[in-house]
């Protein structure tokens, strides 16, 4: 499944946030990094599973798009520890 945000976060702070996020999570949901660079980040977990993480500015913010098979669950709740734009109505 692919799972989408945008944050207030600069795409390098989004990657090492997520780094950490996933290597402090419960053994069997635990992941760590296996290729990394200046706006993706792929981690690998139990059993094989893979999380592939990117970044994109996007006006003014970062977009993050992670894309998993086992791990949507603990993606979400990374999702849930970015800050968010606050949004303006006109």
């Given at each position: 499944?692919?799972?989408?945000?945008?944050?207030?976060?600069?795409g390098p702070d989004v990657i090492g946030?997520?780094?950490?996020?996933f290597?402090?999570?419960?053994?069997q949901s635990a992941a760590f990094p296996e290729?990394?660079?200046?706006?993706?980040l792929?981690?690998?977990?139990?059993?094989?599973e893979e999380?592939?993480?990117?970044?994109?500015?996007?006006?003014g913010h970062t977009r993050v798009r992670?894309?998993?098979l086992f791990f949507d669950q603990a993606v979400g709740r990374f999702f849930t520890t970015l800050p968010t734009?606050?949004?303006v109505t006109t």
């Open positions: 499944m692919v799972h989408e945000t945008i944050t207030t976060l600069a946030r997520a780094k950490s996020f290597a402090q999570r419960m053994p290729s990394e660079g200046p706006a993706y792929t981690l690998r977990g139990q059993g094989g999380i592939a993480l990117a970044v994109f500015a996007d006006d992670a894309s998993t734009p606050a949004v």
